[in-house]
């Protein structure tokens, strides 16, 4: 069964957090409609999401791989 820990970002060096943040925006799938945002762009709203509790920085030990989820599917994975 896997197991998720919520890593909190505060802890990660910066250099760390921009480089996943950076992943993400750019993985397969995260389309942001018909206009074209930047990169940057995209990692601000991020952060920004990170920082109100929207997101969360999910490691599933099982399959030792991350993910940015919504806070309320985090609850629902972690049985909260």
Do not use: C, N
Not at 41 to 56: P, S
């Amino acid at each position: 069964m896997a197991e998720f820990v919520v890593i909190p970002v505060e802890r990660l060096q910066e250099s760390v957090l921009q480089a996943l943040l950076e992943e993400f925006a750019t993985r397969d799938g995260t389309d942001y409609g018909p206009r074209e945002v930047s990169l940057e762009h995209k990692v601000d709203e991020l952060r920004a999401q990170l920082g109100r509790g929207d997101l969360q920085l999910v490691y599933d030990t099982e399959s030792e791989t991350w993910d940015l989820l919504p806070a309320e599917r985090t609850a629902l994975l972690l049985g909260e």
